[in-house]
């Protein structure tokens, strides 16, 4: 069983930054890929980036395209993402998770918001 646990959100004004992080205990870390998802009021769970287990492959939405960055330290079992020029569309709780989701392994999330 993998347990996630992210932190690092906020409020933050439109054009800021924030660092999120993701700290996963369970089964090995470093053989899956990560991702993170975000859900903003009123909408469904969407995909935000993901990493391979090496750091090798990302992908990106087009939304945070050139604003966010995914990354890993598979010694300390954490996932990162780095947000650049935040925009107030960018508000949303931040997930993190397997790519492809596991059910199960849903965190509570990390709350960003950022203002106008």
């Known amino acids: 069983q993998v347990q996630l646990v992210e932190s690092g959100g906020g409020l933050v004004q439109a054009g800021g930054s924030l660092r999120l992080s993701c700290a996963a205990s369970g089964r090995t870390f470093s053989v899956y890929t990560m991702g993170w998802f975000r859900q903003a009021p009123g909408k469904e769970r969407e995909f935000v980036a993901s990493i391979n287990w090496n750091g090798g492959t990302l992908y990106y939405a087009d939304s945070v395209k050139g604003r966010f960055t995914i990354s890993r330290d598979n010694a300390k079992n954490t996932v990162y993402l780095q947000m650049n020029s935040l925009k107030p569309e960018d508000t949303a709780v931040y997930y993190c998770?397997?790519?492809?989701?596991?059910?199960?392994?849903w965190g509570k999330g990390t709350l960003v918001t950022v203002s106008s």
């Open positions: 998770n397997t790519d492809p989701p596991g059910v199960d392994y």
